[in-house]
Nanobody, 123 residues
């Protein structure tokens, strides 16, 4: 499965961005599609996921501000990010895997990764 993330950029605090993750070589509806991010000097952390069952998962700090969605026709997953904060500044990665429901969050649960897209939130 090849994943292509896009949509990053520079935005002011309080603004919005929508990230896209286009998949090829696999069908997003049969995978759990996850979003992670890595800020400078920090470890990569889970952000959100859309499980193949339709269940969504969010990190506590993004719940209520971020929304993960899937377009089966376009074989693409999205991460809508609203009310962005400077702490959201990071490289955002999309990933695909088939973890059990109890293993959605760990990085090791995902087998395929996109190249990352940079999100910068200015204060």
């Amino acid at each position: 499965v090849q994943l292509q993330a896009s949509g990053g950029g520079l935005v002011q605090a309080g603004g919005s961005l929508r990230l896209s993750c286009a998949a090829s070589g696999g069908t997003v509806s049969t995978y759990t599609m996850g979003w992670s991010r890595q800020a400078p000097g920090k470890e990569r952390e889970f952000v959100a996921a859309f499980r193949w069952t339709g269940t969504t998962y969010y990190q506590d700090s993004t719940r209520g501000r971020f929304t993960v969605s899937r377009d089966n026709a376009k074989n693409t997953v999205y991460l809508q990010m609203n009310s962005l904060k400077p702490d959201d500044t990071a490289v955002y990665y999309c990933a695909a895997g088939r973890p059990p429901a109890g293993s959605i969050y760990p990085r090791a649960s995902y087998n395929y990764w996109g190249q990352g897209t940079l999100v910068t939130v200015s204060s």
